[in-house]
């Protein structure tokens, strides 16, 4: 399933009414509340976005909590680390969370 995402925002589409479960992003997302992924320049990702991206292995949305040149430190909203990822790692990010536009994302989706 996560996969198929990942290839359609590779392909250039924009994936609404997307679900995840967990409450690791709570406020910021709730367990299954639909949200846009949308393909991403990832030179233009910054502290505070919400991204799909890999982390050791894993596939995760997750906060964006810092930025390198060439990576970003993952976490959830909560205050855990899930480590540091590649910007090449970064598949997406959400521009809406149950229809409402996240702020500062335009001008980073492709």
Not at 10 to 15: D, F
Not at 24 to 39: D, F
Not at 53 to 73: P, S, W, Y
Not at 80 to 107: L, Q, S
Request: proline residues 4%.
């Amino acid at each position: 399933m996560i996969q198929k995402i990942i290839e359609r925002l590779q392909a250039g589409e924009t994936i609404e009414g997307h679900k995840e479960s967990g409450n690791s992003m709570r406020p910021l997302i709730k367990h299954r509340e639909p949200i846009t992924l949308a393909p991403v320049d990832t030179d233009k990702v910054r502290e505070g976005d919400i991204v799909l991206c890999k982390v050791k292995g894993r596939i995760f949305t997750h906060l964006v909590l810092a930025t390198k040149i060439d990576e970003v430190l993952i976490g959830n909203n909560h205050g855990h680390i899930n480590g540091w990822a590649k910007r090449h790692n970064i598949y997406g990010i959400v521009t809406h969370v149950d229809g409402v536009e996240r702020p500062g994302v335009k001008e980073k989706v492709l």
